[in-house]
């Protein structure tokens, strides 16, 4: 019942893919150096995350943290996210994608009106950096660990106890989250929409040669308000992001299929194999070729 992460998005930026099914919405995914980064998405699941080996650099909407060896997170609902290695050393994050109705049942349910809800309509609450030193954030983490265990080995009843599990977790969070909501102005609001639309027309033109005033002008703003929402959401110049998001793609190929090299390159958007070759190595440490041999 694992998978790794392959992120599949819509036009929009959100995940499409079916994480468990529909009678039992969750699903166990595993990241490790081989297969990061995993791209900026949003989805309209819950997750949690776990790092078993080593350490990655997780980035839940605005706020960005390597997270280490023990530790996790908690990712809301149609929040935008990604991850990517903090180094080249070995590492393992495993992750947790579930639909709140795996823990919440009908929505007329008491489990969904006081203990889903609350969270999943809780715009203040994107995710949380989960501590192994703080200890509701370790009772958490080790429901994570639990959930995960039961979900890979499927023995006897692995349902209700991983539906258990991640019960615990969200009545957690909602305990320590209670009386903390912040307000999150309409500004912070209207700069997450704009960069999902933005981000949305990377993803369709990325093997196209496009500027800055074109990515702004798909969400109706100016070149410096679009420079700025990149900046404070997730800290990259839009340039910045689009050479990575063409990187990203170019490994995807390199993986999956038997296209040249220098197919690849153009087909991502780069003019020169130099600068395509120069720029592949400073993301995955080698040559594309050397990294079509290692997959």
């Given amino acids: 019942m694992i998978g790794l992460c392959d992120c599949v998005t819509d036009d929009?930026?959100?995940?499409?893919?079916?994480?468990?099914?529909?009678?039992?919405p969750v699903a166990c995914y595993v990241n490790h150096t081989g297969s990061v980064p995993v791209p900026w998405h949003w989805h309209d699941e819950l997750e949690v995350i776990?790092?078993?080996?080593?350490?990655?650099?997780?980035?839940?909407?605005?706020?960005?943290?390597?997270?280490?060896?023990?530790?996790?997170?908690?990712?809301?609902?149609g929040i935008l996210h990604a991850v990517e290695k903090s180094s080249?050393?070995?590492?393992?994050?495993?992750?947790?994608?579930?639909?709140?109705?795996?823990?919440?049942?009908?929505?007329?349910?008491?489990?969904?009106?006081?203990?889903?809800?609350?969270?999943?309509?809780?715009?203040?609450?994107t995710?949380?950096?989960?501590?192994?030193?703080?200890?509701?954030?370790?009772?958490?983490?080790?429901?994570?660990?639990?959930?995960?265990?039961?979900?890979?080995?499927?023995?006897?009843?692995?349902?209700?106890?991983?539906r258990n599990a991640l019960s615990r977790c969200l009545s957690l969070l909602l305990r320590r989250q209670s009386g903390q909501q912040k307000k999150i102005s309409e500004k912070a609001l209207?700069?997450?929409?704009?960069?999902?639309?933005?981000?949305?027309?990377?993803?369709?033109?990325?093997?196209?040669?496009?500027?800055?005033?074109?990515?702004a002008g798909s969400a109706s703003v100016?070149?410096?308000e679009c420079m700025r929402c990149f900046r404070q959401t997730i800290g990259i110049t839009p340039i910045t992001y689009l050479k990575n998001y063409r990187l990203?793609?170019?490994?995807?190929?390199?993986?999956?299929?038997?296209?040249?090299?220098?197919?690849?390159?153009?087909?991502?958007g780069f003019q020169e194999m130099s600068y395509f070759s120069r720029a592949f190595g400073e993301i995955y440490g080698c040559t594309p070729s050397q990294y079509r041999k290692l997959c």
């Fill in 88 to 125: 080249a050393a070995e590492m393992e994050e495993r992750s947790i994608v579930f639909h709140p109705r795996l823990v919440g049942g009908s929505m007329d349910s008491v489990f969904w009106q006081k203990y889903v809800l609350p969270v999943v309509s809780d715009r203040s609450l």
């Fill in 222 to 224: 100016s070149e410096s």
């Fill in 50 to 77: 776990f790092v078993k080996q080593g350490s990655v650099l997780i980035q839940i909407a605005s706020e960005r943290q390597e997270v280490t060896e023990g530790n996790g997170c908690f990712i809301n609902a």
């Fill in 12 to 24: 929009k930026k959100r995940e499409i893919k079916e994480h468990g099914s529909f009678a039992f």
């Fill in 190 to 215: 209207r700069q997450t929409e704009r960069m999902k639309v933005m981000l949305n027309f990377i993803q369709q033109h990325f093997d196209e040669t496009i500027s800055i005033r074109q990515i």
């Fill in 248 to 268: 990203q793609y170019a490994a995807k190929l390199l993986k999956s299929t038997d296209l040249p090299v220098s197919s690849i390159g153009g087909q991502c």
């Fill in 127 to 162: 995710g949380i950096y989960l501590e192994k030193s703080v200890y509701w954030q370790k009772e958490i983490l080790s429901c994570i660990q639990t959930a995960w265990k039961v979900c890979v080995l499927e023995k006897d009843d692995y349902e209700i106890a991983a």
